[in-house]
Each structure stands twice: as structure tokens, then as C-alpha cells.
């Protein structure tokens, strides 16, 4: 007896039906074991049931009544989630919709959409093995037209040809495709795959060539460029990644020595956001400038490679004691990251560092003064004397080193550290308190507590208070009467070498922790720098922003 399958809708499938029929023909000819686990699937409730599913959107997409408006709806709420973000601390109706858009079930069904709006339900096939004879070579014929892309040749490194970049290979001495540059001609045409090898370029054979004579013919060719490969073996897979990373350093490539090729490099400054579009490289990824609309990559440094030059370099210069509490940082290149979004009352803390002396603590005070009830900040503990007018509890929690150093041991503290001989520090259940309420934490620690509050618990936003160029320092201190920090009385103002020092110390800071900061504040006239600070307080409360990867996982 012929098994047949029957559909959701009590159907019965013709196409599966007669696959069955095939197989129980075909017993005596194949192993009783394949046959019966083929047809144990064929008449699984499962299979029907996605076949059912893919010949009614088969037929939907027949319809021409029936059409996608649009077949990137992912993207569109994306982007609704981009401009709801600022407004859902404003409108309870916003904040509702923002939340509802983030739900996985919501998203699924977009996905589904776009793949049934881009056709992308239907079955792909492996391409067709053809069948050559062993000593017969395969070839295929590319046309690309000639573009503004860079050209660039040498001899033992990869160099970018419209958007490909070809290489001697050490062993055969053939010219092969080394690289495809994302969003170059190459890339868009699907045709020329790395490995492969260059034959002839405009019907010149290039056989004993190398890549500079190869780059005379292109510089001399107009309009289309045909290239005759020899296909590789097997082809290596060209889709973008999606990670983006933040920059931790700046990058030059028109002064980098070792770049392959000059022109296909991509400078960026630290703080930048980047696209890495590919790593199969282990020395030169290929990226894009977030936002940019650019389509073609360009190479940058590799993480392996970055780091391996900062060591060298590091290696290089005079040790003394200030360069040997700098090499013991971690190395600073790249850092993969995610947008971050609001959650409803769960703010992030607001870290302001800075050199002593730069008036971040005022800037706390005044932010905190503008709204107690949203800003607040928790009272440090400190083993120093208390001073004439302070108040146990307000402006400290005075305690004895004994104390402080047993729950520093027992992890009480987030951060703590030692200036003038004494400590001070922040509990971490007073900053918890403050979350936990609804309330925005500000905290101005010593730079160095950057390792221990930068987590994903906390999610701080970082703000580097920077002071001005050192006559606008002194005019600007001078002006307001500012007392001296360095003086434990308070009792004169800034002497020139603590300008000095003031300045010193904040490109140390920005050297050894500017990357890890979200932004900073530049305090020559205080006013400006506090209007700058409630900007930025606003952003971090309302706007989807770059963050470690891992904080939002």
C-alpha cells in the first residue's frame, strides 16, 4: 500500500505522496535502513506541516494584489526605537511603545516578514559540480569597470586592485587574489573570490609578472577591465560581520610604514565607532565608520597587530618610574561594543574624574543641587581628621584606618584609594541604595577606581573633567578666588607649579583612562562646564549609547 502525507488542512501533498511512492519502487535497490528513515521523515507531521506553510506564502507572493510595503521592517524599528529613546522619560505613551517594540515575539514576527518581503523562503542549492577532465584548467572571464578605487602593488604584500588585492605567491610565483575588500567592485560583482589566480588582465598575460607590472596595466586601461581567472578551490565566505568596536587609539594610515596599501587604509581618532566588516586577516581587518555611508571597507590595524606595536614601542623609550605605572595598564586598542538603552527609572551613575584640583566635586555639588530629589550622591568614608566646619556624615564618614583597611578586605568598598596618606572610598551598597531608588548616583572618585566601577552592574557613564590652557587655568581661578586643594587649609589660591601639576595630571589621566570615558568637559568658565554636564546627565538618562558589549547581553 502507497503511504501518503496529508497537509494542516487535510490535504493530501501530491509532490511528497509521489516521493514515497519513488522510494518504496526503489526498496530492492537502496539499504532498508535509508529508505526507512526517508520516509519516516517524508510522512513526519513536521515536514507537511512547513511545506503546507511554504507553498501558501509561495502563492502569496504570486499574488500581485497581494505586496510587501516595505521589506526592511527591522530596520524601520530600529530606527522608531532611536527616536522614542529620548522622549520616554516625557511621555508614558512613548515609553510603553519603546518597551513594546523590544519584545523578542514582536521582533520575530518582523524578521518572518522580511524574509517572506525579500523571498528569501526559497530552498538553496549547492551549484552543480561540473565535470572536467583532470588536465583541462577551468577559467572564467570578469568584467569590472574601472573606478576611483586605489591601486597599489607590491611584491611579497597584498594590494588593493578595484576593490581586490592581489599578491605573488611565494611558492608557485603566480599572482593570486589575496583579499576582497568589502563593498569594492570585486565584492559587488560576486565573481572573483580570494585565491583565485590572475591570468591575463585585458587580454595581456601576466605570467611572470609581478603586482606592479600588473598595477601598469590597470593605471593604463579605460572604462572596462576584463580580468581571466583561474578559479580556487574552494571559496572562502565574504559576508560582514556584524561587530562594531570603539577605537581606542588614533590611526593614520597615510603615516603608517607597514600598511599594504596607503590609499585603502581608513583613519580613524580614538573614541570612534567601527564597523569591523571583516577579520579573516590576522594583521589588516577591513572596516567602516559607524553611520558612514561609504560602501567600500577599509583596512585598519588588527588587535594582534595594534597591540604588538604598542609593546615595541613601549620597549623602545627610557624607562623611569612615571613609564613603568604605564606599562603596567592594560594595552588599549579596541573594545567591541553595543548600544546600551534607557531602561524606565533604572538610571546609569555618573562618574566625573579628573586631577586634583579641576573642580569636579564642585560640579557634583551643583548637579546635585539642582535636583536632590533625581541627584544624588553617596557620603564617602575617609580615615582623615575631620576639619573645622564639616559634619560627621555630610561631607565624609570618618572612620579609623583599622576599620576602613578590614572592610576594604572584605569587599565592601567599589572603589577606594590612598591620597596624602589617607583613604577614602565608596561603599557599595550606599551607590546600590541610590540605583535601587530611582535616583541618578553621582560619584567623583580617584581616576584610578575607573577599573573597579567601569562593570556591567553598574554601567556608569564616565565624564573626564579636563582643566584649559594654562593662562585661561590661571585667569579663570584667579577671577573666582579659587582656593588651593593642595593646601589643607584652603586658605590661598593656586600657585603657578599647581597649575602646572593640575595640567600634568590630566594627560596622565587621559592617557592612561581618556578611552574608557563616554565624554568630558573641558572647566575653564564654570558655568559653561555645568550647563555641559546637565547636557550630557540628559543623554545618558534618554539616549541609546555605545557600551561594552558584555553590558548588554
Known sequence: MTAVVMAVDGSFDPVISKLITSLKEAESLSEEQDLGFLQNLLQSKELNALVNVHSKVAKINKDDRIAPLLSASMQVLAEVLELLAPRCHISPLCREIFHLLQKPHLQSLLLAHDAIAQKDFYPHLPEIPVEVDEDEETIK??????????????????????????????????????????????????????????????????????????????QNSEGTITFKLVPSDGKLDQRESKVRVRAYFDYEPENDPYIPCKEAGLGFVRGDILHIVSQDDSYWWQARKEGEKTTRAGLIPSRALQERRILHERTQKETNAENDDFDRELIATYEEVAKLYPRPNVYRPIVLIGAPGIGRNELKRRLVARDPEKYKSPVPYTTRPMRPGEVAGREYLFVSREKMESEIANGKFIEYGEYKGQLYGTSGESVKTIVNAGCVCVLGPHYQAL?????????????????????????????????????????????????????????????????????????????????????LANKSETEPLWAPVSWVQ
Open 141 to 218: 572571464i570578469v568584467q569590472l569597470v574601472k573606478s576611483n578605487e586605489p591601486l597599489c602593488a607590491g611584491a611579497q604584500s597584498a594590494e588593493p586592485i578595484v576593490g581586490a588585492t592581489i599578491k605573488t605567491d611565494e611558492e608557485t610565483g603566480k599572482i593570486i587574489i589575496a583579499r576582497i575588500m568589502h563593498g569594492g567592485a570585486a565584492d559587488r560583482s560576486g565573481l572573483i573570490h580570494m585565491g583565485d589566480e590572475v591570468i591575463e588582465v585585458n587580454n595581456i598575460n601576466v605570467e611572470g609578472k609581478t603586482p606592479g607590472d600588473v598595477l601598469s596595466i590597470l
Open 451 to 535: 577599573k573597579s566601577l567601569r562593570t556591567a552592574q553598574l554601567k556608569p557613564y564616565i565624564v573626564h573633567i579636563r582643566p584649559p590652557p594654562f593662562d585661561k587655568l590661571k585667569q579663570t581661578r584667579t577671577k573666582a578666588r579659587a582656593r588651593s586643594t593642595f593646601d589643607e587649609s584652603n586658605s590661598r589660591g593656586f600657585t603657578d607649579e599647581e597649575f602646572q601639576e593640575m595640567i600634568k595630571s590630566a594627560e596622565r589621566i587621559n592617557f592612561l583612562y581618556g578611552h574608557f570615558c563616554d565624554d568630558e568637559i573641558i572647566n575653564g568658565d564654570l558655568t559653561e562646564a555645568f550647563e555641559k554636564l546637565v547636557t
